[in-house]
């Protein structure tokens, strides 16, 4: 592991409190800090965040993405439900403004996704699948071949493992293309589209249900083994805050055995749990939120150079996230690095802390 450009004095404070995280439940929350260094600067690997353009107006967000981040991930509008029309059209007007805005402001573009099972386009139902065939690689040239020498990397394949982890998802590429076959074509027109980016395939809950986490890499190695150029790994981390200390960093462990380069690509730590009565204080939630999102970075941070592709959070400040929209907003979820003032949260410190120690 390379050495990190932290003095061991600075090293020491931060790791102090987070030890107190990890070993009480009631510990204190690390405190947010007013003005706090980039958290980009010194990590020796791109740090990302996800954008809509609706945001790019908006000059904190463009204060905090461009001071904190190296990388810009689209966050919904270079996926295809927004690209394809039902009449076979393609609109790129979002897309183009999002890769033009990481040009601008110097940061790496990553392009998510050609292929995900939830997409149920229209255009592609009641075609033959000679057809559907040709409209797939039509797409998947189109899309990819268009940010080709700008996208650093693309989540080819998004989602393909089944929730609970036993087996894969049936959608309506698998019904048309089979189970893996849709996978390898993806992979396969996407290399022949770009050949420079790195293509991955990506999951969520890798961390979260060991099951899942093994049936995801398993797939992985039968897929390489069939010759599907699949250049990096893809962990979403959406992170269950109250799994076990150790379950994240095996998963790392194991992902990296392939010897690819692993993104960490939508972070985020709900304070909000699935049960029916929590009685959890809001000190022990972060204390939670704050040990498990530092194993994550410290895990990532522990990679080999050349497998630490990037770091991406998914959203900058918690009412940019996805889990502070619609009726899913309770107005004390706190998923992110910023407040909606844009202060830091503690999650931020714990993420800088896992980075550095």
Request: hydrophobic share 40%.
């Amino acid at each position: 592991m390379p050495d990190r450009p932290t003095a061991p004095s600075r090293r020491a404070i931060l790791a102090a409190p987070l030890a107190l995280v990890a070993c009480r439940g009631e510990a204190a929350a690390l405190a947010p800090r007013a003005d706090p260094a980039a958290l980009k600067s010194g990590v020796p690997f791109p740090v990302g965040t996800c954008a809509m353009t609706g945001q790019l107006a908006d000059p904190r967000w463009v204060h905090l993405a461009t001071t904190h981040f190296s990388q810009l991930t689209p966050e919904w509008e270079m996926k295809m439900e927004y690209i394809l029309g039902n009449d076979g059209s393609y609109r790129f007007d979002a897309p183009d403004r999002l890769a033009g805005f990481a040009r601008d402001h110097g940061l790496r573009l990553f392009a998510t996704t050609l292929v995900w099972y939830a997409q149920d386009s229209a255009w592609f139902k009641g075609l033959d699948r000679a057809r559907f065939a040709r409209e797939y690689d039509r797409y998947i040239a189109t899309v990819a071949g268009r940010y080709r020498g700008q996208a650093v990397g693309w989540d080819v394949v998004n989602e393909a493992v089944a929730e609970d982890g036993d087996g894969l998802r049936t959608c309506l590429w698998s019904e048309a293309l089979g189970q893996d076959g849709y996978m390898i074509r993806a992979f396969e027109q996407a290399k022949m589209a770009d050949p420079e980016a790195v293509l991955f395939i990506n999951d969520y809950n890798l961390e979260n249900n060991p099951r899942k986490g093994a049936t995801f890499l398993r797939t992985v190695e039968r897929l390489l083994r069939a010759g599907a150029p699949i250049g990096g790994i893809g962990t979403q981390s959406h992170l269950d805050i109250e799994i076990p200390a150790g379950r994240t960093t095996a998963f790392m462990r194991d992902a990296a055995a392939f010897g690819l380069p692993i993104h960490v690509s939508e972070l985020d730590a709900s304070l909000n749990g699935e049960r029916r009565l929590d009685v959890r204080s809001r000190t022990q939630k972060l204390a939670q939120q704050q040990a498990r999102v530092t194993e994550l970075a410290q895990a990532f941070s522990d990679l080999p150079a050349a497998q630490r592709f990037a770091f991406t959070v998914w959203g900058v400040r918690d009412t940019d996230s996805w889990l502070r929209r619609g009726a899913r907003d309770d107005g004390q979820d706190s998923p992110l690095l910023f407040d909606a003032a844009g202060q830091t949260n503690p999650m931020f410190t714990a993420l800088e802390a896992g980075f550095r120690s």
